[in-house]
């Protein structure tokens, strides 16, 4: 596994934005993450934060993702395929969820 997949996973909320679109082909709109992920209200909201300011740019940044803020979307990245081979290793810890207390660190 390549740096910068390593770095990508390393978090719990990222994990769960690329596992998520293993199943959303067509992408996911940011709010809907919450209902994928079966958060409560009170831990959505603080890591919507996270989320919308420093996890989703640093996973369109390295190409694993394409987020539009504007549109709150969140589809594919060019580099998507590669990480995906990493996300379906039994490696990876598929419990992780938004509400995570190791989802609230930041890089």
């Known amino acids: 596994m ?23 082909e067509d992408g996911i709109g940011f709010d809907s993450l919450a209902d994928e992920n079966q958060t409560v209200a009170s831990q959505w909201e ?12 640093k996973l369109d940044d390295l190409g694993y993702i394409h987020w539009n803020p504007e549109t709150q979307m ?8 590669e990480i995906q081979a990493v996300l379906d290793t039994p490696d990876i810890d598929d419990n992780d969820r938004f509400s995570s207390p190791t989802s609230l660190m930041v890089l």
């Not at 390549?2 to 959303?24: F, G, I, Y």
């Open 2 to 24: 390549s740096d910068e997949a390593s770095r990508a996973l390393l978090k719990a909320l990222r994990r769960q934005v690329l596992s998520t679109l293993l199943e959303h």
């Open 46 to 57: 603080q890591n919507r934060i996270l989320l919308y300011h420093n996890h989703l740019p």
């Open 74 to 81: 969140i589809e594919r990245g060019e580099r998507f395929d």
